[in-house]
């Protein structure tokens, strides 16, 4: 970070920003700048040092004792790529469930169990097993990634491997941080983005960003800012469709006999069919301010705010909504096939994700002793809806949706519109203080000492909006009806109101607050360095509103079968006899031992820990009735506790013929014990509700390597890859735990042991965790030359994802295939004028990077067909 000339305090508002807008408009006066770095770049020999701050120093990536990968400002642009699905691919040992922009999981080293449904996240979500990272500030959310835009970003850093030590609760695998450009004292620079691309088979992409850094009082006081709009054309094709109710629900099927009323209401989809229906616009702001108050201190201050709308869906269906079966293990299937990138939806879906964040760090030193405070608050709102008409094909479809109950009469009965939707309220705050203590870096033994607070608050609203039997009138004569809910008021009185059946809203929050330290000593100086580290951790966690639906409610005709209902039938979290709040406390450690075997080579041993919080469940309901006694053995528990991940990994990081060929490396042994594992089971007697416990204990193996070299004269070459073998090395099956088996005489003695009644639903002894594929590899080649007063470059990309599963243990599972593709780029810059061409998937790979049935519908979320693009950006810089 530069500085201005001494002693200079005049506020230069006025000529600082005319000089900008002077360099804006004069090619000549920094031509002969961006030429000349140009030149340099193409010029050079050796490989750039990259900077990264992942044990919370500012080191070479090269001396950093763990896996690390840094995807630099640089990088992400000559890769072409803004957001979180886009650049994951390129990164190792990463991988992600993904369901939509900015909706899923994001995994490291196949440390990953998801359900992967989508819905009420925020209510039944596990907390993430990666920490996500906006600069100091933690921010990951249950089911939703936050997904920052990658504009004007310094770097991406992934840590791999458990950080519980100085990253926290989260960081149960590794850790993903976006580290954006900091204000400059001392330079006025700026840059400025347009692009324009073609979706296959989709529409139109158009991105716009400009960036701006001021100086407004030399040496002391500057700003930057950030600004962009980059909207994605859909390329999901919504198909005209009917929905006809068929013998063959699963409603049908058990409660009626597969007879179908006559008088039920077929739909058609005709007021929502379109093409590309799931266009995905990126639009935000950042500012950020840097004081510096002296030459001791200084102080940044940052505010970000990114709205992130997508309309549609992002999933595609191999068969329509129409001849939608079901197989033996509940999975929807189809007879009528549709075209690639198609669906047959009912009703509007769309999922708006905005986030708000505001960050103050102070860095200054006392005497030797360098001292950091972050503080920040983030606050995200999301607003989803998705059709969710094909629930009507489901278990309880015709519960909801249908009167009448005969198994030998059409005649009898009637069942209304299916059409239905399911809807998501959202809002999550974040606020967190770190202060931490280091010593000078050039000391044999050095010191980082800390402390953390956090309070962490999600309160989610998730309305299922299928029943659509009509209210029943005041009077009684509308007997075929059944009594719906309006939202959980806090009071058993209720008001009817139509087509909710069944909704959470409830508030969870985490207070966390730890203490922890590292240490570093020279055994031998600068060659021999052993570092310990430990982090101790105290949880305060609670759950409360409600968990409400109208089972039990309903009224039949000709007969009663259940009701007249009361009161909403579920479980309010602030009553309930089973827990709604818990604490959790431990300590997570760390040790590592690395060896300079030369200025260039580092060789390191590391054992690490990481944890995460453990999470509630909606309803302490107990199932898997005894035959003989028909007391439920098993109930669900009210909480899980933490799981933990220990990490022993051998790694290198090595530079070869002066400083042109890297290669890094690792292997590692990774053991999860006390997993936390959702289940989501109406077909296997556990339910309809998700639910987490712990359960499994799993051993990871796996070897990364890394490879880049600047093979010759401009000519880079990338190579990059992971295998991760992954087994469950326990097959616990549930355990009977239900108060009720110890006052039975007959039944006492089942308490406390396994359930084998049922099959295991953990899955058995070897069976995989989800979403993480065995083998990832990428590669990249880029040739740099200079045409005269041109610098011209050719990039190629390569990557491939081996198959993966979509779920473990007798949830219904698909096995997802593995893909390849392929991107290329070309362009030419001259003075501070850049101009390229670039392809994504470039042969057009259909692939699935999830599969659910989570929507009753069996759905597929492809790979972003082929993108054929062109950009254009202007930079300039005046000191």
Not at 123 to 149: H, K, M
Not at 735 to 743: D, T
Not at 762 to 782: A, D, E, N, Q
């Given at each position: 970070m530069g500085e201005g000339r001494d002693g200079e305090t005049t506020v230069k508002y006025y000529p600082k920003i005319a000089s900008a807008i002077a360099a804006a408009l004069s090619a000549h006066s920094i031509g002969a700048y961006a030429q000349s770095a140009a030149r340099e770049?193409?010029?050079?020999?050796?490989?750039?040092?990259?900077?990264?701050?992942?044990?919370?120093?500012?080191?070479?990536?090269?001396?950093?004792?763990?896996?690390?990968?840094?995807?630099?400002?640089?990088?992400?642009?000559?890769?072409?790529?803004?957001?979180?699905?886009?650049?994951?691919?390129?990164?190792?040992?990463?991988?992600?469930?993904?369901?939509?922009?900015?909706?899923?999981?994001?995994?490291?080293?196949?440390?990953?169990?998801?359900?992967?449904?989508?819905?009420?996240?925020?209510?039944?979500?596990?907390?993430?097993?990666?920490?996500?990272?906006?600069?100091?500030?933690?921010?990951?959310?249950?089911?939703?990634?936050?997904?920052?835009?990658?504009?004007?970003?310094?770097?991406?850093?992934?840590?791999?491997?458990?950080?519980?030590?100085?990253?926290?609760g989260g960081a149960l695998s590794g850790v993903l941080r976006y580290i954006t450009n900091k204000p400059k004292l001392d330079v006025t620079e700026g840059s400025f983005e347009a692009g324009y691309g073609i979706t296959a088979h989709g529409d139109p992409n158009t991105n716009v960003s400009a960036v701006i850094n001021l100086p407004l009082i030399a040496n002391t006081l500057a700003v930057r800012g950030v600004a962009y709009n980059d909207r994605h054309g859909g390329y999901i094709n919504n198909l005209p469709s009917t929905f006809t109710r068929l013998g063959t629900d699963e409603g049908f099927t058990r409660y009626n006999g597969g007879v179908v009323p006559t008088n039920s209401v077929v739909i058609n989809n005709n007021n929502v069919v379109s093409r590309a229906i799931n266009p995905l616009t990126y639009t935000g702001v950042r500012v950020e301010g840097l004081w510096k108050i002296n030459d001791n201190w200084d102080a940044l201050l940052t505010q970000s705010y990114q709205n992130m709308d997508s309309q549609g869906v992002f999933y595609e269906m191999p068969f329509g909504s129409e001849g939608t079966t079901f197989n033996a293990v509940g999975q929807p299937i189809g007879s009528v096939p549709l075209p690639p990138l198609s669906v047959t939806l009912f009703n509007p879906s769309r999922?708006?994700?905005?986030?708000?964040?505001?960050?103050?760090?102070?860095?200054?030193?006392?005497?030797?002793?360098?001292?950091?405070?972050?503080?920040?608050?983030?606050?995200?709102?999301?607003?989803?809806?998705?059709?969710?008409?094909?629930?009507?094909?489901?278990?309880?479809?015709?519960?909801?949706?249908?009167?009448?109950?005969?198994?030998?009469?059409?005649?009898?009965?009637?069942?209304?519109?299916?059409?239905?939707?399911?809807?998501?309220?959202?809002?999550?705050?974040?606020?967190?203080?770190?202060?931490r203590v280091s010593s000078p870096d050039d000391l044999r033994v050095r010191a980082l000492v800390g402390a953390y607070w956090e309070k962490y608050d999600i309160v989610d609203t998730t309305f299922w909006h299928y029943t659509t039997v009509p209210i029943c009138s005041p009077t009684g004569i509308n007997t075929n009806c059944y009594l719906p809910l309006q939202p959980w008021s806090g009071s058993p009185a209720f008001t009817p109101v139509p087509a909710i059946g069944f909704f959470d809203d409830g508030e969870r929050v985490y207070k966390q607050l730890a203490e922890f330290a590292s240490i570093d000593f020279d055994i031998i100086p600068k060659r021999l360095t052993l570092t310990g580290g430990i982090r101790h951790f105290k949880y305060d966690e609670r759950q409360t509103g409600g968990d409400v639906g109208s089972f039990y409610c309903k009224q039949f005709a000709p007969t009663t079968y259940f009701g007249p209902c009361l009161a909403p039938f579920g479980t309010d979290f602030d009553t309930r006899a089973a827990p709604n709040s818990a604490k959790a406390t431990g300590s997570r450690s760390r040790a590592n031992l690395s060896w300079k075997v030369t200025p260039d080579v580092l060789l390191y041993a590391t054992w690490s820990q990481g944890f995460r919080a453990g999470t509630f469940n909606r309803s302490t309901s107990c199932h898997l009735p005894l035959n003989a006694a028909g007391i439920n053995e098993y109930c669900v528990p009210a909480f899980t506790v933490p799981d933990n991940v220990t990490n022993k990994e051998f790694g290198w990081k090595t530079e070869w013929l002066d400083h042109r060929i890297q290669v890094n490396g690792s292997i590692y042994r990774e053991d999860w014990t006390n997993a936390q594992v959702g289940f989501f089971d109406p077909q296997g007697g556990l339910g309809n509700l998700q639910f987490d416990t712990n359960g499994p204990s799993y051993r990871v193996k796996g070897v990364e390597s890394f490879i880049l070299a600047r093979a010759t004269s401009g000519l880079t070459v990338q190579l990059a890859g992971s295998w991760n073998s992954v087994e469950q090395t326990?097959?616990?099956?549930?355990?009977?735990?239900?108060?009720?088996?110890?006052?039975?005489?007959?039944?006492?003695?089942?308490?406390?042991?396994?359930?084998?009644?049922?099959?295991?639903?953990?899955?058995?002894?070897?069976?995989?965790?989800?979403?993480?594929?065995?083998?990832?590899?990428?590669?990249?080649?880029?040739?740099?030359?200079?045409?005269?007063?041109?610098?011209?470059?050719?990039?190629?990309?390569?990557?491939?994802?081996?198959?993966?599963?979509?779920?473990?243990?007798?949830?219904?599972?698909?096995?997802?295939?593995?893909?390849?593709?392929?991107?290329?780029?070309?362009?030419?810059?001259?003075?501070?004028?850049?101009?390229q061409a670039y392809a994504q998937n470039l042969t057009d790979v259909n692939a699935s990077v999830a599969t659910t049935s989570g929507q009753f519908v069996l759905a597929k979320y492809p790979l972003r067909p082929r993108v054929l693009g062109v950009k254009f950006s202007y930079s300039f810089t005046e000191k």
């Open positions: 770049a193409t010029a050079s020999e050796g490989i750039q040092e990259v900077v990264v701050t992942a044990q919370r120093r500012v080191e070479n990536i090269q001396d950093v004792p763990i896996t690390v990968q840094a995807l630099t400002a640089e990088t992400l642009k000559q890769l072409n790529v803004t957001s979180l699905d886009e650049f994951i691919k390129f990164l190792p040992g990463v991988s992600q469930l993904s369901t939509g922009p900015a909706q899923g999981d994001v995994f490291m080293r196949g440390i990953s169990i998801s359900v992967g449904t989508g819905q009420g996240g925020g209510t039944t979500g596990a907390v993430p097993a990666v920490a996500i990272y906006f600069d100091e500030q933690s921010g990951q959310l249950p089911g939703r990634n936050l997904d920052v835009y990658a504009a004007d970003l310094e770097r991406i850093e992934v840590l791999e491997g458990p950080q519980g030590t100085l990253f926290g999922n708006n994700d905005k986030f708000e964040n505001t960050a103050l760090v102070v860095n200054g030193n006392i005497s030797d002793l360098k001292l950091v405070y972050s503080g920040a608050y983030l606050v995200r709102n999301v607003d989803q809806q998705q059709d969710y008409t094909n629930y009507a094909r489901g278990v309880f479809g015709y519960y909801y949706q249908c009167v009448g109950y005969s198994k030998t009469s059409a005649a009898v009965g009637q069942c209304y519109t299916p059409s239905t939707v399911w809807t998501e309220k959202e809002r999550s705050t974040q606020q967190s203080h770190e202060l326990n097959s616990p099956f549930l355990i009977a735990n239900n108060p009720a088996l110890l006052a039975n005489m007959a039944t006492a003695p089942l308490y406390g042991k396994p359930i084998t009644s049922v099959p295991n639903p953990y899955g058995p002894l070897g069976s995989p965790t989800t979403y993480s594929p065995p083998f990832k590899f990428y590669g990249r080649v880029r040739y740099d030359w200079l045409i005269k007063d041109y610098a011209a470059f050719v990039q190629a990309t390569g990557d491939h994802q081996a198959h993966m599963v979509s779920a473990t243990g007798f949830v219904p599972a698909y096995d997802i295939p593995g893909f390849t593709t392929y991107s290329a780029s070309v362009g030419v810059a001259r003075g501070g004028w850049t101009a």
